[in-house]
C-alpha cells in the first residue's frame, strides 16, 4: 500500500464514520484528527467545513469552556481533558499553516473559541488532571497553541506538565497507568503498567517540547528511558505483549496494533538504535492491520471495548512523523530481533528463536484489572494446592459492576459477541478465583540478580488474583545463550 493511499482510505473512513456507529455518538475529540489527513491530502474544502463543525460543539460547563460530547456523555468514551487537547491541537495546527483559508470574522470566531478554552480549561488541567496520560493529551493542545499563538504566558505551564508527568515516570521509564489510585479511592490495580498507554505519554512530552521550542536536553535522558521501556515491552514479532497491560478489560484480544500510531511517533524520536528496528516492525504491523480501508486493532472479531473511529483517528499521530513517507516505503528485516533489555521491573531478552519477557511488578488484581502473570516460560512453572476453601476475590463487586457496565455498552448497539465474551470471561475468572491452586507463573518476584548471562530469582506461588501461598519460596535459574535457555528451579 502506497503511502498516500493509506491518508487516503483512514481519510475517506473517518469521513463516512463521523458518527461512531458502535457508541452512537460524535467523538469530537477523534475527529478532530481527521485534520490531519486533510492537510496531507490538500482538501482545504473538508477541512474548512470541520473546523466550524468543532467550532459549534463549545460547551459551557463549570465556568470553563469545552467541547461536547466530552465528560458530558459516557458514551463519547472520553472525557474533557482529552478531547479539548486534541480538538486544540488539531486545530492550531490547522491554523498555522491554514489560517489563510478564513476570512477576518471566521478566524475571529474560531481563535475566539480556541483562546476560551485554552484559558479556561486547558491551563488547569494540563497540570492538574491525575491521570499521566490524560493530562499529557491536554498539554498536546497547551503546545500547538502556543506554537501558533506564541503566548509566552503558556511556557510555565508546558513546563510544569512536563515536569510533573516525569517525576511521575519510575526509574525504569515506565508511565504508571494511574499513579495516584490512593489519593482518588481508585482500584489499586490500576496503578501499573500499561502497554496501551506507555508510548503516547512518551509522544506527547516530546511533541510538546518540539512544539513550545523547549531545550530537549534538559528531558532527553528521562525520555530515553521511557523508550527502553517502551521496547522491554515488544515482542518480535512486532507488537507488545499484554501480559503487562494492567488495564485488562480493554482487550479480549490476545494482542493489540491500535496503540502503535503512538509508538511510531515515539519511537521515531529516539537514538536508540533498536528503536528504529522496533518502528519498523510496528509500521509494519500497521499495514498488516489495515482492512477494508481501515485499522483493525487485532486480526479476528473485534470484541475489544473501544471502537475503530479511536482506532483509525489516532493513526494521525503516523502521519506526523517527519519522514513517514520514506519509512513507510521500508521493507523489514525478517531475520529475529535480540532483545537484551535489563531492566528493575522488565527483562526482555530474546536470541534466533526464542524470547523470554518477565516481570516482576506485584500489585493488587482482579477479575478485569492488575498485571496477573510474571512471564515465567510455561516449562518453568509448577502448580501446588492447598485444599482450604477460598473466598472468591475481596474486589469481585468492583469487577461484577466494571463487567455489568461494558456488557451494556457492547448490548446496546448489538455487540453480542463482545456482551457474551465479557461475562464469560467473568464467570470463569471467579471460578478460577476460589480454585486451591497456586502456580509460580502468578507469583511474587523478588529482585532479579544477573552474573553475566546467567538470571537468578526467587518466587512465592500465588493464584491467578493474588492470594500468595504461605511459607513457599522457589528459586529460579535461566541461563541465556544465542541458542536457547536453560532453566533451573529448585
Not at 122 to 146: C, E, M
Not at 362 to 380: A, D, F, H, M, S
Request: proline fraction near 2%; hydrophobic fraction near 35%.
Amino acid at each position: 500500500m502506497e503511502f498516500r493511499n493509506f491518508l487516503e482510505q483512514i481519510a475517506q473512513y473517518l469521513d463516512k464514520n463521523y458518527y461512531c456507529k458502535k457508541h452512537k455518538i460524535e467523538h469530537t475529540g477523534k475527529n478532530a484528527y481527521a485534520l490531519d489527513f486533510y492537510m496531507a491530502l490538500g482538501d482545504m474544502g473538508k477541512a474548512k467545513k470541520l473546523v466550524f463543525k468543532i467550532i459549534d460543539k463549545a460547551k459551557e460547563k463549570d465556568g470553563h469552556l469545552v467541547f461536547y460530547p466530552g465528560i458530558f456523555n459516557h458514551y463519547n468514551k472520553s472525557n474533557n481533558v482529552i478531547d479539548c487537547g486534541a480538538i486544540i491541537d488539531s486545530l492550531s495546527r490547522f491554523l498555522y499553516r491554514h489560517k489563510d483559508i478564513f476570512d477576518k470574522e471566521e478566524l475571529e470566531k474560531i481563535e475566539g473559541v480556541l483562546d476560551r478554552v485554552v484559558n479556561t480549561y486547558l491551563v488547569d488541567a494540563a497540570v492538574k488532571k491525575p491521570i499521566t496520560n490524560q493530562r499529557l493529551w491536554g498539554l498536546t493542545g497547551l503546545a500547538s497553541y502556543y506554537h501558533y499563538k506564541k503566548d509566552s504566558n503558556l511556557l510555565p505551564i508546558i513546563k510544569e506538565s512536563i515536569e510533573v508527568s516525569l517525576k511521575e515516570m519510575t526509574d525504569d521509564g515506565f508511565f504508571i497507568y494511574h499513579p495516584h489510585t490512593d489519593q482518588v479511592k481508585n482500584f489499586p490495580g490500576y496503578g501499573g503498567l500499561t502497554t496501551y498507554y506507555q508510548s503516547r505519554c512518551t509522544a506527547f512530552i516530546y511533541y510538546a517540547i518540539e512544539k513550545s521550542g523547549l531545550d530537549l536536553g534538559l528531558y532527553q535522558n528521562k525520555l530515553e528511558q521511557s523508550i527502553l521501556a517502551l521496547l522491554s515491552m515488544y515482542k518480535q514479532e512486532g507488537y507488545k505483549d499484554l501480559n503487562l497491560e494492567c488495564k485488562k478489560w480493554y482487550w479480549l484480544s490476545d494482542y493489540e496494533i491500535a496503540s502503535h500510531t503512538f509508538d511510531v511517533y515515539a519511537l521515531s524520536k529516539s537514538t536508540n538504535p533498536l528503536a528504529k528496528q522496533i518502528l519498523l516492525r510496528s509500521l509494519h504491523q500497521i499495514k498488516n492491520h489495515i482492512k477494508n480501508g481501515y485499522l483493525h486493532s487485532h486480526a479476528g472479531s473485534n470484541h475489544n471495548y473501544q471502537c475503530n473511529l479511536f482506532w483509525n483517528a489516532h493513526l494521525a499521530w503516523v502521519t506526523r512523523v517527519g519522514d513517514i513517507e520514506k519509512l513507510w516505503s521500508l521493507n523489514i528485516d525478517q531475520e529475529p530481533i535480540d532483545f537484551e533489555i535489563k531492566l528493575d521491573k522488565v527483562v526482555n531478552i530474546s536470541h534466533n528463536s526464542y524470547q523470554v519477557i518477565l516481570n516482576k511488578f506485584w500489585q493488587e488484581r482482579n477479575y478485569t484489572v492488575g498485571i496477573y502473570g510474571n512471564g515465567l516460560p510455561k516449562e518453568c512453572n509448577k502448580k501446588f494446592y492447598k485444599f482450604s476453601l477460598l473466598k472468591p476475590n475481596k474486589n469481585v463487586l468492583f469487577s461484577i459492576r466494571e463487567t455489568l457496565y461494558h456488557c451494556k455498552v457492547a448490548l446496546r448497539t448489538f455487540h453480542l459477541g463482545e456482551f457474551f465474551a465479557r461475562l464469560i470471561k467473568l464467570s470463569k475468572g471467579i471460578f478460577v478465583s476460589i480454585m486451591p491452586v497456586y502456580q509460580l507463573k502468578y507469583g511474587k518476584v523478588d529482585n532479579f540478580v544477573w552474573d553475566n548471562n546467567k538470571l537468578r530469582f526467587s518466587i512465592i506461588p500465588a493464584t491467578k488474583y493474588g492470594r500468595l501461598l504461605d511459607n513457599k519460596n522457589c528459586k529460579v535459574e535461566i541461563l541465556f545463550d544465542n541458542q536457547a535457555y536453560k532453566i533451573k528451579s529448585e
